[in-house]
């Protein structure tokens, strides 16, 4: 029996609600097989440093951007390199392997879904739902990205870009300054 998208929205919702006799078990369970916003609509995410959640951005992407365009932002916003390998929890829990998707650097031996095959438009996403962002897998910057919204998408902005910017970012690779 197929699930239909609309009751997908309903099992995602009910999984945020805490429901304890529904609890979503794969990749799948995040995913719509047909586009969940519009191409008039843009999302906006709050993305926090998880080890200091004052620190954080707010980046508007498109539904056509992939969960790849959410991991290059996002390192924009940070002032980061792009010199590591980075995953996306769906779940909100570190190192779950039934619903991270990695980059396509990945290896393909670990069975790891590729961020950019996966559109925007469909994710499942709620307001206030939360997944994580892990980049570095030796340092692990961990990020809590939260999806704030839909908002209209306006005419001659490039997209994605970050909104808004609160506290400096931290030093990817601590103080330079620093002996080693």
Known sequence: MAISDQNLAKIAEKILKGSKFLQASSYKDYIAKTPQFSENQTLVFRVKVFYDKR?????????????????????????????HLYAFFLDNKRWSRHAEVGAQESSPEQGTRKAHKVNLSHLILLPKQKFLYLFDFGDEWLFEVEFRGTCSREKGIKYPRIIKIQGNPPKQYGDENEEE
């Open 55 to 83: 620190i954080y951005r707010d980046i508007e992407l498109t539904p056509e951007d992939t969960l790849e365009d959410v991991h290059l932002i996002i390192q924009k916003a940070f002032d980061f390199g792009y010199d």
